[in-house]
């Protein structure tokens, strides 16, 4: 019976091997690199042609190249994503995501997010957008791309959280001493928090949750335990709730 069993596994190996590891190209290190990363379109030539359609009436009337994103495809065996296109046109926030030959658009007017999530695990960054499109349905878009080009991002996400905010300066003083108290419960997400705000916001009420951990054995008096709970701050602002974890 086992015998049998390790025979069909190894032939439903071969097959699946065949099919999508097996064809697909052979790229180096460098190359696989790259081919994850997201890279900016700065010009109407270099959209990809698939997108095209969609650039041609906004610069019609001669409106300036606006802030643009391309994300690439990721053609994993467990995880697929298809290739996205995030572009910045002041009061909305369009996502384009590439269908074959074509694409599906989401409008995203700035005033109905209602929250955007950043997740980076070492090289695997992904941004969520969420809240109701310009024709009034509740919607979320998901980017994913290499870390390494998070940057590239920035001003969009400025964007979004500059919408519900008037000024655009440093975080007043008074504020950010607010967190001075966790120095020494926790260095690294004090900055965190400090980073987090925005010119003109108040912070009304803050929560640093430590990491939980639970123990699982002890051996020659050195216990072993897992993180039940990771590190939490919850901010809120007059104008923002802030996570980070």
């Known amino acids: 019976m086992l015998t049998k069993m390790r025979n069909v596994l190894r032939m439903t190996w071969r097959q699946v091997y065949t099919s999508t590891i097996a064809g697909l190209p052979r790229l180096g290190a460098a190359e696989q690199t790259k081919s994850s990363w997201a890279k900016s379109i700065e010009s109407y ?12 009436p906004l610069l019609a009337d001669g409106r300036v190249f606006p ?26 926030i369009y996502v384009l995501e590439r269908s074959g030959n074509t694409f599906e658009a989401q409008c995203y007017p700035l005033e109905g997010i209602s929250y ?16 109701v499109t310009r024709q009034g349905m509740a919607a979320s878009s998901t980017l994913k791309f290499n870390s390494v080009t998070d940057y590239l ?36 997400f004090m900055n965190y928090a400090k980073r987090s705000l925005l010119g ?36 809120l602002t007059d104008r923002e709730l802030i996570i980070r974890v």
């Open 45 to 56: 030539a270099a959209v990809p042609n698939v997108y095209k359609d969609f650039f041609e």
């Open 67 to 92: 802030y643009t994103v391309l994300t690439p495809a990721y053609e994993g065996f467990i995880h697929r994503t298809t290739e996205r296109l995030i572009c910045d046109l002041g009061h909305e």
């Open 116 to 131: 955007v999530e950043v997740r980076t695990i070492l090289l695997d960054s992904r941004i969520k957008i969420t809240g």
């Open 153 to 188: 991002f920035t001003p969009i996400l400025e964007r979004i959280r500059l919408a519900t905010v008037a000024s655009k300066g440093a975080a007043q003083s008074v504020e950010l001493e607010k967190f001075d108290p966790w120095v020494r419960l926790n260095y690294k």
């Open 200 to 235: 003109g916001e108040k912070v009304i009420h803050t929560v640093l949750q430590p990491e939980i951990r639970a123990s699982l054995f002890t051996v020659l008096g050195k216990t072993y335990s897992r993180t039940i709970s990771p590190t939490h701050v919850s901010i």
